[in-house]
Nanobody
């Protein structure tokens, strides 16, 4: 299993930017599809972005298209989420996880503790 640790969250004003990082533990990280999820209070966890192992294919939820960018560094075993033009509705705990595939968009590993993102209006 791939264990992950997220970081980079914080409090930011609407229109601001944050870059989230996720470092994974497993040597086979470079072969895994990875994704960023978020969960706001009272809502289900949702996938906001995914990236295949070679970074040649990505997925974005409609709500973040054009504002968020997912990337990865297989040498560092890390995946990143650059978030620009943040909105109050982006406020949530953000998690990364392994995906079965970009098509399934389903998580397949254990959850980390996540990182809180709060966007003030």
């Amino acid at each position: 299993q791939v264990h992950v640790a997220e970081s980079g969250g914080g409090l930011v004003q609407a229109g601001g930017s944050l870059r989230l990082s996720c470092v994974a533990s497993q040597r086979t990280f470079s072969t895994r599809v990875m994704g960023w999820f978020r969960q706001a209070p009272g809502t289900e966890r949702e996938l906001v972005a995914g990236i295949n192992w070679s970074a040649t294919s990505t997925y974005y939820a409609d709500s973040v298209k054009g504002r968020f960018t997912i990337s990865r560094d297989n040498v560092e075993k890390a995946v990143y989420l650059q978030m620009n033009s943040l909105k109050p509705e982006d406020t949530a705990v953000y998690y990364c996880n392994v995906l079965y595939s970009l098509d399934s968009r389903s998580p397949s590993g254990p959850w980390g503790q996540g990182t809180q993102v709060t966007v003030s209006s």
